[in-house]
């Protein structure tokens, strides 16, 4: 069973960057895609980047393209989300996930915090 691990969330000030790190295990076959979502309080989960495994292929939700980007290395399983020019509603928990994001997920991480000061 696939276990997904987040790191590199914290805090920053608006208009700085953090990059998140996705970091996969255990997958009995590879999956289509890994992704990122978010949850801000009081809001529901909602998608932000994709990365296809095969071809690398990425998908943006409107919010972030153009500051946002997904980025994967194959060798280590691992996926990353460069977060440039953060806004305060960018605050929220970042869930990885793994299977076919946005459309179908099979596992999530335990999420990390991001927090955006204005």
């Known amino acids: 069973q696939v276990q997904l691990v987040e790191s590199g969330g914290g805090l920053v000030q608006a208009g700085g960057s953090l990059r998140l790190s996705c970091a996969a295990t255990?997958?009995?076959?590879?999956?289509?895609?890994m992704g990122w979502f978010r949850q801000a309080p009081g809001k529901e989960r909602e998608f932000v980047a994709a990365?296809?495994?095969?071809?690398?292929?990425?998908a943006y939700a409107d919010s972030v393209r153009g500051r946002f980007t997904i980025s994967k290395d194959s060798a280590k399983d691992t996926v990353y989300l460069q977060m440039n020019s953060l806004k305060p509603e960018d605050t929220a928990v970042y869930y990885c996930?793994?299977?076919?994001?946005?459309?179908?997920?099979?596992?999530w991480g335990q999420g990390t915090l991001v927090t955006v000061s204005s």
């Open positions: 996930a793994s299977g076919d994001p946005p459309a179908a997920v099979d596992a």
């Open positions: 255990g997958h009995t076959f590879p999956t289509a895609a």
């Open positions: 990365i296809s495994r095969v071809y690398g292929t990425t």
